[in-house]
């Protein structure tokens, strides 16, 4: 398709069109050209096709789909090629449905607990999510069907989410916020990106030339075209201009207009009209190009897929005794309501209308098990009465073991408003408690899109994290539950004990439409870790049914250059009785940097499946990025030369894998001494310590650790060489002027050309 002929021929204003959606769903067409509507569809964990009364929310219903486990889940499977999976899966509906685009994954870092969203979001770790969401990219656009990766960027809360501002310092902006989106872009080049409705420092995302264009496209190589969060557009025209190319849905031509008499004012350039449009119509025509409307949508396989899926992200949080995996041939009490009708999804625009869901108590009895089942809570009225509590309780003293369903009602977090606390519904947390009281053989499992507290957790044996595990979530847990598959899940984010253990717990939210990311790089681990303070379930954590041993680090080299690649190597063996899969984790740190730093970021991990007593080899390999920050004052990464530590295991907080390298910057910072430069500054450079030779000389002999016949013995035990360096070290140059008396002026102008030329 020549697109830019096609521009050539379309007016000004067809042109103002194109640049907002036809209706909720679809591009515009232009008939006269030939150019065609075409359709986006809600994702991201299933196809959320609505036709008739069309809303964002959720709220009218869609076609039947499956439903697959949210990001929250499939995050913890710690598996790549399994979100690859999933997204050809996702691709195929697309196909099959005709929609373009699927407006997906969702990649925002989970700042705090409390974001009503974090069940469509990976993680609290930028380098996890940003290895999912391109996997399940590189997945459903394997089958010629687009994405949308969302909402760039820094949308971490949902309170206010259309008038806050997220202000944030340039460097955590650059470890943690952005390279989700940055790992996808380079890697999976996403059809589409949906901007965020919020603001960045003070700009609305959906009229950011420097997110939109100097990041996005200029830097990272961004080729599809950018789409605005539905209803995201304030100023239209300087959308344009920043490179919003396609507005959603539409404003009934009302921005339309403005962006015509930007361009007749000459307030906006025409050629970026043009672009926009080519932009869009280069993804409408790869579409239809590529359009196999054929292609099969066989649910019933996708919903055993689901139900894969779904098993192998659940995380095993305790398993005291080994209480899991239940006996198949013992009574087992299933109790809570969670147990007949999962909570599976979250609520808003990624809720998927199900072909079928099956909750743990049918697939239970599907499979033969002697499961009885007492309801416990009321989801419905968030209650517990004392009958169904005597019920639940009485079950429980029956059985030999108990399994309670619990977990977070969707009242409790959806899409639009934040959650207030972390907290269980109290019912649920009172009916643990009586039921393990009742029965010590106790496990619970959860459903919930992010973290919770966990009052009762020193009194149940087991406890299984389920997250948001789709509609097949129920046959997934009675698998796992009964041991026909190994758990292999590991939290993609902290479990903090309190809420306001959380970092950002003093500044979520923010003050009226500001909020300010001021725990910086300190999101989730990395502060945790840093204040060695204990958490209720580390990042990474996960437990198997059989156990894993890591031995023999490898590094191919003892000092790199920050241009060459280091191979890290390490061997998982499985030393217990069943089959499972190991999640081998690399984290790196930096001890000793002059920028604050986590103690280590994850930067490498891998999921192994193993054979009792089988070992492997897991290799990571390291780039600069891999041990680099971000300098404010290059606007770029920057490795300093130094050692820095590589660990490996199966948890941030379980690492027993320990070997170093020294990686040597080929960077030189750039350097502006002045008279107010301190010494240790200087002499901490290199450089700065060659050139300051006979001028530091000079200042010891001034401050009188070199006085060799002046001064008395006292004097000289009462100031040491030591001790004046001490002191010295945060000085400023011209202290030699004041101490030294006006003819060291014209060193200190010396010496200074020296440092800087
Ligand atoms: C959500 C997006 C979604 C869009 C369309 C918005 O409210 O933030 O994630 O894709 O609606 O439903």
Redesign the pocket.
């Given at each position: 398709m020549d697109i830019q002929k096609l521009i050539s021929q379309m007016t000004l204003e067809e042109k103002a069109s194109l640049c907002s959606g036809d209706d909720f769903w679809h591009t515009k067409a232009v008939e006269r050209l030939g150019i065609p509507r075409t359709m986006v569809s809600?994702g991201p964990h299933g196809l959320r096709k609505q036709d008739e009364a069309a809303d964002?929310?959720g709220i009218n219903d869609s076609i039947k789909a499956v439903c697959f486990p949210t990001a929250s889940a499939t995050a913890a499977s710690f598996d790549p090629d399994m979100l690859q999976v999933m997204g050809e899966a996702i691709g195929e509906s697309c196909q099959h449905e005709q929609v373009s685009v699927v407006?997906g994954p969702?990649v925002n870092i989970k700042r705090s607990p409390l974001c009503g969203r974090n069940f469509e979001y990976f993680s609290e770790d930028p380098y996890l999510a940003g290895k999912m969401c391109t996997a399940m990219i590189q997945g459903v656009q394997s089958r010629n069907i687009g994405t949308s990766i969302?909402?760039f960027a820094l949308n971490s809360q949902e309170h206010r989410r259309m008038s806050s501002s997220s202000d944030c310092d340039e460097r955590t902006i650059r470890e943690i916020y952005f390279p989700a989106f940055e790992m996808a872009v380079k890697k999976a080049q996403p059809w589409t990106v949906?901007c965020s409705y919020n603001k960045i420092n003070g700009v609305y995302a959906s009229e950011n030339h420097w997110l939109l264009t100097e990041v996005l496209r200029d830097e990272w190589g961004f080729e599809g075209y950018t789409m605005s969060?539905?209803g995201a557009v304030s100023d239209r025209a300087a959308g344009v201009a920043a490179g919003l190319d396609l507005e959603m849905p539409s404003s009934g031509g009302v921005n339309d207009r403005k962006i015509v008499e930007a361009v007749k004012a000459g307030t906006l350039d025409e050629k970026a009209v043009d672009l926009a449009c080519e932009r869009i119509l280069k993804i409408v025509f790869r579409y239809l190009e590529n359009a196999e409307p054929a292609t099969p949508w066989d649910k019933e396989k996708q919903h055993a897929m689901a139900a894969a899926i779904a098993a192998d992200c659940m995380v095993l949080l305790k398993n005291e005794g080994e209480l899991l995996p239940l006996d198949k041939g013992a009574d087992v009490a299933f109790i809570g309501e969670f147990a007949e009708k999962p909570r599976f999804q979250g609520g808003g625009?990624s809720h998927i209308n199900c072909f079928r869901t099956t909750g743990a108590v049918e697939a239970a009895k599907a499979a033969g098990l002697r499961v009885t089942y007492a309801p416990g809570y009321s989801v419905a009225e968030d209650t517990l009465t004392e009958e169904r509590l005597a019920e639940a309780v009485a079950a429980a003293k029956a059985a030999k073991a108990v399994v309670v369903f619990a977990g977070l009602p969707d009242s409790y977090e959806s899409?639009g408003y934040d959650r207030k606390h972390m907290r269980m519904p109290e019912c649920q947390n009172r009916l643990i408690e009586a039921v393990a009281a009742a029965n010590p053989n106790t496990a619970v499992v959860l459903h919930n899109g992010s973290p919770v507290e966990m009052p009762w957790i020193g009194k149940v044996r087991a406890v299984l994290e389920a997250y948001l595990g789709g509609q097949a979530v129920g046959e997934a847990a009675v698998r796992v539950l009964f041991g026909d598959v190994n758990p292999s899940g590991h939290l993609p984010e902290t479990f903090p004990v309190k809420l306001e253990d959380n970092p950002s717990y003093l500044f979520y939210g923010g003050e009226g439409n500001r909020t300010e990311y001021r725990e910086g790089v300190f999101v989730g681990y990395r502060y945790y870790d840093k204040k060695q303070a204990e958490v209720l379930f580390p990042f990474g954590h996960g437990l198997s049914y059989t156990a894993f041993e890591f031995s023999n680090i490898r590094v191919s080299a003892e000092k790199i250059k920050d241009t060459d690649t280091l191979t890290v190597t390490a061997t998982v063996t499985n030393t217990g009785k069943r089959a499972g899969k190991a999640v081998a984790q690399l984290y790196v740190g930096d001890p000793e940097s002059t920028p604050i730093r986590p103690v280590r970021e994850l930067k490498g991990f891998e999921k192994v499946a193993l054979q009792p007593g089988e070992s492997r080899d897991v290799s990571f390999t390291l780039d600069k990025r891999a041990f680099a920050y971000w300098n404010e004052e290059i606007h770029d990464w920057h490795v300093e030369t130094g050692e820095f530590t590589l660990e490996i295991g199966d948890s941030s907080r379980n690492l027993p894998l320990k070997a170093s390298v020294t990686v040597e910057s080929t960077v030189e910072l750039p350097r502006h001494y002045t008279a107010d430069s301190i010494y240790m500054d200087i002499m901490k450079d290199p450089k700065g310590r060659e050139i300051m030779g006979a001028f530091m000389k000079k200042t010891m002999a001034i401050f009188g650790a070199e006085q060799e016949s002046g001064g008395t013995d006292a004097a000289k035990e009462a100031v040491t060489e030591e001790m004046t360096m001490a002191m010295m070290q945060y000085m400023p140059l011209r202290g030699i002027i004041s101490f030294g008396g006006p003819e060291t002026a014209g060193e200190l102008r010396n010496l200074l050309e020296a440092l800087n030329g």
């Amino acid at each position: 398709m020549d697109i830019q002929k096609l521009i050539s021929q379309m007016t000004l204003e067809e042109k103002a069109s194109l640049c907002s959606g036809d209706d909720f769903w679809h591009t515009k067409a232009v008939e006269r050209l030939g150019i065609p509507r075409t359709m986006v569809s809600d994702g991201p964990h299933g196809l959320r096709k609505q036709d008739e009364a069309a809303d964002h929310l959720g709220i009218n219903d869609s076609i039947k789909a499956v439903c697959f486990p949210t990001a929250s889940a499939t995050a913890a499977s710690f598996d790549p090629d399994m979100l690859q999976v999933m997204g050809e899966a996702i691709g195929e509906s697309c196909q099959h449905e005709q929609v373009s685009v699927v407006l997906g994954p969702a990649v925002n870092i989970k700042r705090s607990p409390l974001c009503g969203r974090n069940f469509e979001y990976f993680s609290e770790d930028p380098y996890l999510a940003g290895k999912m969401c391109t996997a399940m990219i590189q997945g459903v656009q394997s089958r010629n069907i687009g994405t949308s990766i969302k909402h760039f960027a820094l949308n971490s809360q949902e309170h206010r989410r259309m008038s806050s501002s997220s202000d944030c310092d340039e460097r955590t902006i650059r470890e943690i916020y952005f390279p989700a989106f940055e790992m996808a872009v380079k890697k999976a080049q996403p059809w589409t990106v949906m901007c965020s409705y919020n603001k960045i420092n003070g700009v609305y995302a959906s009229e950011n030339h420097w997110l939109l264009t100097e990041v996005l496209r200029d830097e990272w190589g961004f080729e599809g075209y950018t789409m605005s969060d539905w209803g995201a557009v304030s100023d239209r025209a300087a959308g344009v201009a920043a490179g919003l190319d396609l507005e959603m849905p539409s404003s009934g031509g009302v921005n339309d207009r403005k962006i015509v008499e930007a361009v007749k004012a000459g307030t906006l350039d025409e050629k970026a009209v043009d672009l926009a449009c080519e932009r869009i119509l280069k993804i409408v025509f790869r579409y239809l190009e590529n359009a196999e409307p054929a292609t099969p949508w066989d649910k019933e396989k996708q919903h055993a897929m689901a139900a894969a899926i779904a098993a192998d992200c659940m995380v095993l949080l305790k398993n005291e005794g080994e209480l899991l995996p239940l006996d198949k041939g013992a009574d087992v009490a299933f109790i809570g309501e969670f147990a007949e009708k999962p909570r599976f999804q979250g609520g808003g625009s990624s809720h998927i209308n199900c072909f079928r869901t099956t909750g743990a108590v049918e697939a239970a009895k599907a499979a033969g098990l002697r499961v009885t089942y007492a309801p416990g809570y009321s989801v419905a009225e968030d209650t517990l009465t004392e009958e169904r509590l005597a019920e639940a309780v009485a079950a429980a003293k029956a059985a030999k073991a108990v399994v309670v369903f619990a977990g977070l009602p969707d009242s409790y977090e959806s899409e639009g408003y934040d959650r207030k606390h972390m907290r269980m519904p109290e019912c649920q947390n009172r009916l643990i408690e009586a039921v393990a009281a009742a029965n010590p053989n106790t496990a619970v499992v959860l459903h919930n899109g992010s973290p919770v507290e966990m009052p009762w957790i020193g009194k149940v044996r087991a406890v299984l994290e389920a997250y948001l595990g789709g509609q097949a979530v129920g046959e997934a847990a009675v698998r796992v539950l009964f041991g026909d598959v190994n758990p292999s899940g590991h939290l993609p984010e902290t479990f903090p004990v309190k809420l306001e253990d959380n970092p950002s717990y003093l500044f979520y939210g923010g003050e009226g439409n500001r909020t300010e990311y001021r725990e910086g790089v300190f999101v989730g681990y990395r502060y945790y870790d840093k204040k060695q303070a204990e958490v209720l379930f580390p990042f990474g954590h996960g437990l198997s049914y059989t156990a894993f041993e890591f031995s023999n680090i490898r590094v191919s080299a003892e000092k790199i250059k920050d241009t060459d690649t280091l191979t890290v190597t390490a061997t998982v063996t499985n030393t217990g009785k069943r089959a499972g899969k190991a999640v081998a984790q690399l984290y790196v740190g930096d001890p000793e940097s002059t920028p604050i730093r986590p103690v280590r970021e994850l930067k490498g991990f891998e999921k192994v499946a193993l054979q009792p007593g089988e070992s492997r080899d897991v290799s990571f390999t390291l780039d600069k990025r891999a041990f680099a920050y971000w300098n404010e004052e290059i606007h770029d990464w920057h490795v300093e030369t130094g050692e820095f530590t590589l660990e490996i295991g199966d948890s941030s907080r379980n690492l027993p894998l320990k070997a170093s390298v020294t990686v040597e910057s080929t960077v030189e910072l750039p350097r502006h001494y002045t008279a107010d430069s301190i010494y240790m500054d200087i002499m901490k450079d290199p450089k700065g310590r060659e050139i300051m030779g006979a001028f530091m000389k000079k200042t010891m002999a001034i401050f009188g650790a070199e006085q060799e016949s002046g001064g008395t013995d006292a004097a000289k035990e009462a100031v040491t060489e030591e001790m004046t360096m001490a002191m010295m070290q945060y000085m400023p140059l011209r202290g030699i002027i004041s101490f030294g008396g006006p003819e060291t002026a014209g060193e200190l102008r010396n010496l200074l050309e020296a440092l800087n030329g």
